[in-house]
Antibody, heavy 118, light 110 residues
Framework: HLQLQESGPEVVKPSETLSLTCNVSGGSINSYSYYWGWIRQPPGKGLEWIGTIWRSGTTYYNPSLKSRVSMSVDTSKNQFSLRLNSVTATDTAIYYC??????????WGQGILVTVSP | QSGLTQPASVSGSPGQSITISCTGTSSDIGCYNSVSWYQHHPGKVPKVIIYAVNNRPSGVSNRFSGSKSDNTASLTISGLQAEDEADYYCSCFKGSTTFLFGTGTRVTAL
C-alpha cells in the first residue's frame, strides 16, 4: 500500500526559498513505471500542477513557475523534494506530493499548508 | 499556460444525474485523450475517479462516468448522493510532459 508524506517548514518568509520533501513508503521511488509530482492549492482556489520528476532526475515544470522551481530525487532515501525560490504571499498554499501513473496522479500525500509570512 | 474551464458550481437533487463540463482552448485539444477527473472533499486528499477519459479506478462507484467530444470533456454523476458533495477537477496531460488542471466545480446535492 503506497503512501506519501510531505514534510518541511510550514512558514517561509517572503523572498526566501520554500523547501519540501515527500517521503514514499510501501513502494520504491526507483520504479521505471512512475513519475513523481507536486501539486498545490492556494486557499480558496483550485489545483495547480507544479512539476514532475522521474527516478533519473528528469524533470518537467509548470511554465508559469519554471524560473523559480527545482525538484530532485533521492533514491537511497526513497524521497523526492521541491524547492521554490523567491516566494511571495501568492505561494501560500497546501502542497501535495503524488505519484504520476501514466496521465493521472494517484495516490496523493496528505498535503502540507505552507504560509508565506514575514 | 492555457486553461481548462469548468462551471463554478453544479447542483442537483438526490437521485438525479448531473454533468460537469471541462472545456479547453484550441491549443489544448491534444490533451483530451489523457483526461482525468478528481474528487476533492474540503480538508481531505484529492482522489482520482476517472482516468484516460472514461476509466474508473478500482473501488470507484460506477455512478461516475467520463466522456469527451471535440474540445470538451465531461464527468457525469448518476444517482446523485449527499456524499458526492465535493469539488471536482478535470486534468489533462499535454504532450506527455505537462499537466493542466481545470478551474474546479463545486457540486451540491439540494
Amino acid at each position: 500500500h503506497l503512501q506519501l508524506q510531505e514534510s518541511g517548514p510550514e512558514v517561509v518568509k517572503p523572498s526566501e526559498t520554500l523547501s519540501l520533501t515527500c517521503n514514499v513508503s510501501g513502494g520504491s521511488i526507483n520504479s521505471y513505471s512512475y513519475y513523481w509530482g507536486w501539486i498545490r492549492q492556494p486557499p480558496g482556489k483550485g489545483l495547480e500542477w507544479i512539476g514532475t520528476i522521474w527516478r533519473s532526475g528528469t524533470t518537467y515544470y509548470n511554465p508559469s513557475l519554471k524560473s523559480r522551481v527545482s525538484m530532485s530525487v533521492d533514491t537511497s532515501k526513497n524521497q523526492f523534494s521541491l524547492r521554490l525560490n523567491s516566494v511571495t504571499a501568492t505561494d501560500t498554499a497546501i502542497y501535495y506530493c503524488a505519484r504520476r501513473d501514466t496521465s493521472w496522479f494517484d495516490p496523493w500525500g496528505q498535503g502540507i499548508l505552507v504560509t508565506v509570512s514575514p | 499556460q492555457s486553461g481548462l474551464t469548468q462551471p463554478a458550481s453544479v447542483s442537483g437533487s438526490p437521485g438525479q444525474s448531473i454533468t460537469i463540463s471541462c472545456t479547453g482552448t484550441s491549443s489544448d485539444i491534444g490533451c483530451y485523450n489523457s483526461v482525468s477527473w478528481y474528487q476533492h472533499h474540503p480538508g481531505k486528499v484529492p482522489k482520482v475517479i476517472i482516468y484516460a477519459v472514461n476509466n474508473r479506478p478500482s473501488g470507484v462507484s460506477n455512478r461516475f462516468s467520463g466522456s469527451k467530444s471535440d474540445n470538451t470533456a465531461s464527468l457525469t454523476i448518476s444517482g446523485l448522493q449527499a456524499e458526492d458533495e465535493a469539488d471536482y477537477y478535470c486534468s489533462c496531460f499535454k504532450g506527455s510532459t505537462t499537466f493542466l488542471f481545470g478551474t474546479g466545480t463545486r457540486v451540491t446535492a439540494l
